[in-house]
């Protein structure tokens, strides 16, 4: 447990969350554009690329936020969906 | 900066995939803020960026598959859903989604596909809309009540319809314990064969509908519609992924890229709902809903008026991408002035000193599961 101050900790797991998004959006830049380049085997490259990276990137985030998180929070690091999910689709 | 643009590799049409981004990053932004999946905006979205409506539908509902099955597993550990009531409805959902999905591909067939379901668009989004200013008009009176009449207005009876449909005498009788009710298994039958029909038909997850459905007919508390309801979704949308797919409408490489923006947005959509209160902003979300069904009439127009295609077509791009565009930033703002008000007042109640504090007194992240959905 990374002790800290509850701010300091706050804005960091809130910094992790950003990275990792803009990290997850460059990831789908470089998978598209490596796929454009190959495009007998689109989908192939496009998938190969972008889950190879999505997958480490994302555990790494929860890894991360999982170190930062309270005790009582420790195993649920802050989500990206309400609880409540989408209630109408 | 052509690789911008691709063949997509199913549907054969060159898309600006940066689009795509956008469109999923707005339509999570707007999800997630107002809880709902946004399939009503996903649809007419991909038809607008150069999808054809069959491939819009399939594309729409794989993703909406995707984001719904986390979703429902989440509400599954507050024990929202009731699973026998979930799994008897599965029968009218998928049996419903395949009759829609059967009638598109028929209509495909014959080349009303983008006349039949923008129709049935105008219709859902006038729904929608006026559901949504009903709302905000209700929402008026109940202030001017309460400004008017001290100790509060005579408690509403609401509408008990559910008490007449429970006592159908039709076989088998069901007890669904956590629902709390027992009725026939054909009242929720033919409630989730509706729904089903229409997510296959519109592409969308039918919750628009089944949830008030399952309330008001069906008799079952709120907290428990909208987790079996997520439940139906999440089945509905992964059996209509899996069946547009076999018929060769889903674009799967569109779906992740609309699934990552969705993902971003939600996050954000979600948790400002954490710092917006008040109903101005539901009342601008009608608006979007006036302008997301204009710019369907528009594509009408468009195919009606072919001299002046160009026009409608352009227009109702610029009107639907906008509208989105607007909503997802005020939303964006909201979120971004809530998170830096947060943390100024976290750290102005922080002590001064620069003591390390101990875990035990952090103040932890306020988790969705924690936080309450403020009333707006």
Known sequence: MIACRGSQSQALRIWIVVLTDLAVIGELFLAMYLAHTRREQFTAVFAGVFFGLLIPTIALAKLLLRRLAPPEASGDPPEAVSPEGPMIQ | MDWLYIIMPIAGVPIFWPGLVILGLGVGIIGGFFGMGGGWMVTPGLNILGFPMAFAIGTDITQMGGMSLISSMRHSRFGNIDYRLGVIMVVGTVAGFETGAQIIMWLERIGHVDLFVRLGYLVL????????????SQMKKDLKIRKTAEGGAAEARGIQWHRTFQRLPLPPVVYFK??????????????????????????IGGGLIRMPALIYLVGVPTHVAVGTDLFEVAISSLYGAASYTYKGRTELVAAVIMMVGAAIGAQIGSITTKYVQGYGIRLFFGIAVVGCAVSIAMKLAAAAFLPLRFLFDLGAAILILGLVGILASIISARFVRGVQLELRAQRATEPAAPALE??????????????SRPSR
Do not use: H, M, N
């Not at chain 2, 026939?184 to 729904?195: G, K």
């Not at chain 2, 101990?358 to 936080?371: C, L």
């Open chain 2, 125 to 136: 989004l006038s729904l929608i809309a006026w559901l949504v200013f009903t709302d905000v």
């Open chain 2, 178 to 203: 956590t629902a709390g009710i027992r009725c026939s298994v054909w009242l929720p039958i033919a409630v989730s064969y509706f729904t089903g029909f229409l997510a296959g038909i519109l592409g």
């Open chain 2, 358 to 371: 101990s875990p035990d007194s952090q103040s932890a992240p306020e988790t969705p599961q924690e936080k």
